[in-house]
């Protein structure tokens, strides 16, 4: 009998020590997911208001370029310093994919950082896969259109939307409306956190400044803020930067960073040539 009671005792024991083992299993389980909804939780309520200064930024996991090609669209205006600093590094990135004409110019002399050396590019014979297609919505000196028209400060910005989307139009970009309303929304609506105002509201007259837009297979990127300093090219001629780009690091920093995004837009690994 007391061997009965005994091994009674032993499963019972035993039944105890699973129920426990079992639940504090369980218990870890728990405390693990809770854990990871609380760390989810976290991370989507610290996403910051707005997209970084300098720095590409995937905006949509949407394709707006023909099938196995790459986009790159540029909005600038001819008289822009940050477009002017920003065309050495485009330059130097797109060279590999095609045959990019331009003519040397210096930005606007009255708008500050002033005469800024830089390129107007007036075409571009892709290789195969990247295309590149560049808008100047203003004229030099930042009050009519690129073609001549008087515009008021005031409707800089409402005009230049309206120029932008008829000269995507005109060029032939692919999904021209959506390329051009993604810019607007970006240099618009959308703050820059280093400024806490939106790329084209931080600038004095309020004004379409400067964008790229690259899109691909992999999805589409965007940048509305300088990517060279400007600063940098103050008192150089086009000449010599065109000469010297290797003394500019800055400049091949964001000519590689270009080209890091062409080939993430392509889907990863080189984006052939």
């Not at 870890?28 to 989810?40: D, F, I, P, R, W």
């Not at 930024?57 to 196995?68: E, H, L, M, Q, T």
């Not at 002399?109 to 808008?135: C, D, M, Q, R």
């Amino acid at each position: 009998m007391n061997k009965l009671i005994l091994i009674g005792a032993i499963l019972i024991i035993l039944a105890i020590i699973i129920a426990v083992m079992e639940f504090s299993h369980l218990s870890g389980q728990n405390v693990k997911q809770s854990e990871a909804q609380q760390s989810l939780v976290s991370s989507t309520s610290q996403l910051p208001n707005g997209i970084p200064a300098g720095k590409f930024v995937k905006i949509s996991n949407a394709d707006y370029a023909p099938p196995g090609k790459v986009i790159v669209v540029e909005q600038s205006w001819y008289g822009c310093p940050v477009g002017a600093a920003a065309s050495w590094a485009i330059y130097n990135a797109l060279k590999y994919y095609g045959t990019l004409n331009f003519t040397f110019h210096t930005s606007d002399p009255y708008h500050s950082p002033p005469s800024i050396p830089g390129l107007i590019f007036t075409g571009f014979k892709s290789n195969g896969v990247v295309e590149f297609y560049v808008a100047y919505v203003y004229n030099e000196y930042l009050n009519a259109s690129y073609n001549g028209t008087p515009i008021p400060q005031s409707q800089l910005i409402p005009v230049g939307e309206e120029i932008l989307k008829e000269e995507l139009e005109s060029m032939g970009v692919p999904n021209a409306t959506a390329v051009a309303n993604l810019i607007i929304e970006y240099e618009v609506n959308v703050s820059i956190i280093n400024y806490s105002k939106p790329a084209a509201l931080y600038v004095k007259p309020p004004h379409l400044n400067f964008a790229i837009l690259i899109s691909g297979p992999n999805g589409t990127y965007i940048v509305t803020t300088p990517i060279v300093n400007p600063t940098i090219l103050e008192g150089y001629t086009p000449q010599y930067v065109f000469q010297n780009l290797s003394n500019f690091p800055q400049i091949i920093q964001a000519s590689t960073m270009i080209e890091n995004v062409i080939s993430e837009a392509y889907g990863g690994g080189s984006c052939p040539t």
